[in-house]
């Protein structure tokens, strides 16, 4: 029992150092004497088939690189993407260049009303009828077969995507 206490006791000590503001150095310490915590400058982990269980196993997704920022977007309406654009409602009228879209985007306090040929971050309104509204994309399309316009229900039914 005793001697339990003792190498807890010697342990404790031994760490003790380590625990002690960077630059004080305890009294029965010399300074050319490491720490009993560092680690030797020749060390190397061996695997041995085994994963280091330093090291993260989940990789941190790559960013852009520093040379490329993200592009910041405008305010309002020419700030929301097609894909972040619900649409709330249309007013239409007899004079098609009266009708009006009401777009929801997330973050906004309120919704945005566009007409026929307003701008959006990468899209124009194209068409506004009551059942839907037609965007035509201003960003270029790397695939071939991929849609110049969407069209996105004003009520979609259950089951059915906007």
């Given amino acids: 029992m005793m001697r339990r206490l003792s190498l807890i006791a010697m342990l404790f000590l031994g760490a003790v150092p380590a625990a002690l503001p960077q630059g004080q150095q305890p009294q029965n310490a010399t300074p050319d004497e490491p720490s009993v915590l560092t680690v030797p400058k020749d060390y190397r982990y061996n695997a041995r088939g085994r994963r280091d269980p330093f ?5 941190k997704p790559k960013t852009a690189g520093p040379g490329a920022p993200p592009p910041s977007r405008p305010p309002g309406l020419k700030g929301v993407l097609v894909a972040e654009a619900q649409i709330s409602g249309v007013v239409t009228s007899k ?6 879209v009401i777009i929801s985007a997330p973050g906004a306090k309120t919704p945005y009303f566009a007409r026929v040929g307003d701008q959006l971050f990468d ?4 068409r506004i009828t009551l059942e839907n509204v037609t965007f035509g994309l201003t960003t270029p399309v790397t695939e071939p077969t991929a ?6 229900k004003v ?6 995507e906007k």
């Fill in 55 to 59: 090291v993260n196993p989940v990789p």
């Fill in 95 to 100: 004079e098609p260049s009266m009708n009006v």
């Fill in 123 to 126: 899209a124009v309104v194209r």
């Fill in 147 to 152: 849609p110049r316009e969407i069209v996105r």
């Fill in 155 to 160: 009520r979609p039914k259950p089951g059915e």
